[in-house]
């Protein structure tokens, strides 16, 4: 069965500070990979995501990049956070075969940028 | 750029009660997803429809994807207090783009 992984869990930084955060899939091949964030109460926002390797696909200019070096790891980094970038954030995956099926997530990154 | 919308943001219903969530694209949607999300935790995949029209149902939640496919709605029939979070529709005009409505949150009251 396929599994995802996201880590990690909880995560404090001071502003300036780079980001990385990584994600990996088990159990599949060739997966959609996406990068969302969730500020507190509110909405997920799509910040990234990839239909393979070292294709992104960047939705909010921000300063947060995302890379995919292979084909089940998916990297959110930041060279210097700033306050606003604190958030939860969720790594999830999709078959890339259009079958009827959703996204499967992560436990998320609870980033609190001080 | 592509919006989803969803109404209401929030809903506090009477356990047994129906509740109803409405979801509005600004484009024309390939599919639509529905997700649940608890308090603290991630969001779950519930269902995907693809067809104009289509219906689907789980147990006491009913799914609907608009003749247009730009709208579609979640209604669960007899709430329980294991309903309670935040139920996000998602979607997109591509199969790989994937944009989530702001979600509405549910709260059941014993």
């Known amino acids: 069965s396929q599994t995802i992984h996201q880590w990690p869990a909880t995560l404090v930084q001071p502003v300036g500070s780079p980001l990385s955060l990584e994600c990996t899939v088990e159990?599949?091949?060739?997966?959609?990979l996406y990068w969302y964030r969730q500020a507190a109460g509110r909405g997920l926002q799509l910040l990234f995501y990839?239909?393979?390797?070292?294709?992104i696909s960047s939705e909010v200019p921000q300063n947060l990049s995302a890379s995919r070096p292979q084909d089940r790891q998916f990297i959110l980094s930041s060279k210097k956070l700033l306050l606003s970038d604190s958030g939860f954030y969720l790594c999830?995956?999709?078959?890339?075969?259009?079958?009827?099926?959703?996204?499967?997530f992560g436990q998320g990154t609870r980033l609190t940028v001080v | 750029g592509q919006q989803v919308m969803q109404i209401p943001q929030y809903q506090h219903v009477q356990e047994g009660e129906d509740f109803t969530t409405y979801c509005n694209s600004s484009?024309?949607?390939?599919?639509i997803q529905w997700y649940k999300q608890r308090p603290g935790g991630h969001p779950v995949f519930l269902i995907q429809?693809?067809?104009?029209?289509e219906v689907k149902k789980q147990k006491r939640l009913t799914f609907q994807f608009g003749e247009a496919k730009k709208n579609s709605s979640l209604h669960i029939t007899a709430t329980q207090t294991t309903d309670v979070g935040t139920y996000f529709c998602?979607?997109?005009?591509?199969?790989?783009?994937?944009?989530f409505g702001p979600g509405t949150s549910l709260s059941v009251i014993p």
């Open positions: 484009t024309t949607l390939s599919n």
């Open positions: 990839s239909i393979g390797i070292g294709q």
């Open positions: 998602a979607g997109g005009a591509s199969y790989d783009k994937v944009i």
């Open positions: 429809l693809v067809k104009s029209g």
């Open positions: 159990g599949t091949s060739n997966p959609n």
């Open positions: 999830a995956w999709r078959t890339a075969d259009r079958k009827n099926i959703g996204a499967f």
